[in-house]
């Protein structure tokens, strides 16, 4: 059985056929004063805008081991990452970093500072890892990962890593590991996978 393509789980931000104000069908045009495409309803007159979304996650350490996630849930179902979700409305990014460590593996974390800012502009998201600090070696994953445990950096799976933004963040981690600096990193992905 080959994989699916990634873009079934990541599909273009643009899926709704009617209007949510009143119900009608809406259709793709150019608003007035304005330069892009957008979902326009001409009965009620909304314009549906649709923007990136915000994932956040953590890098969370103790005694110099990193914590990892089975995924349980699908993209990418049973594959390591570093805990992370999407941003809930009413929370700030540390909070949603906090919140999403916590739900997948059950560690009580110390956030600290952003490390890695990565544009996915393709799939219309942006992901942010914060470095955090483990209270305790406790784990207990939640129902969205099979597994949580922390890893040696020699014994990262790096062939069963679940998104680029994840793997990079780790390659990021190791590399200025070795001087001890944990300089922000920005960067743009292509592709998610
Ligand atoms: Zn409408």
Redesign the pocket.
């Given at each position: 059985m080959t994989a699916p393509a990634p873009t079934r789980y990541f599909p273009a931000p643009r899926t709704a056929r009617f209007?949510s104000?009143?119900?009608?069908p809406?259709r793709r045009g150019i608003p007035d004063y304005d330069n892009r495409e957008r979902d326009i309803?001409d009965?009620?007159?909304?314009i549906h805008y649709q923007n990136p979304r915000i994932v956040v996650g953590t890098l969370p350490r103790w005694q110099g081991k990193i914590l990892l996630c089975r995924r349980a849930i699908e993209p990418r179902y049973d594959t390591w990452t570093l805990p992370a979700g999407f941003m809930e409305l009413n929370e700030n990014t540390v909070q949603g970093a906090e919140r999403e460590t916590q739900e997948e593996s059950g560690a009580q974390v110390e956030i600290g500072s952003l490390y890695t800012l990565v544009d996915l502009p393709h799939i219309g998201q942006v992901h942010m890892f914060y470095l955090a600090d483990a209270l305790g070696p406790e784990l207990a994953p939640g129902h969205e990962s099979l597994d949580a445990r922390y890893f040696d950096p020699a014994e990262i799976p790096w062939d069963e890593l679940s998104f680029h933004s994840v793997s990079s963040t780790l390659r990021h981690y190791i590399e200025d590991s070795k001087r001890g600096v944990f300089p922000v990193r920005q960067y743009a992905l292509k592709t998610p996978l």
């Open positions: 209007c104000q009143c119900g009608s809406i309803c009965r009620c007159g909304a």
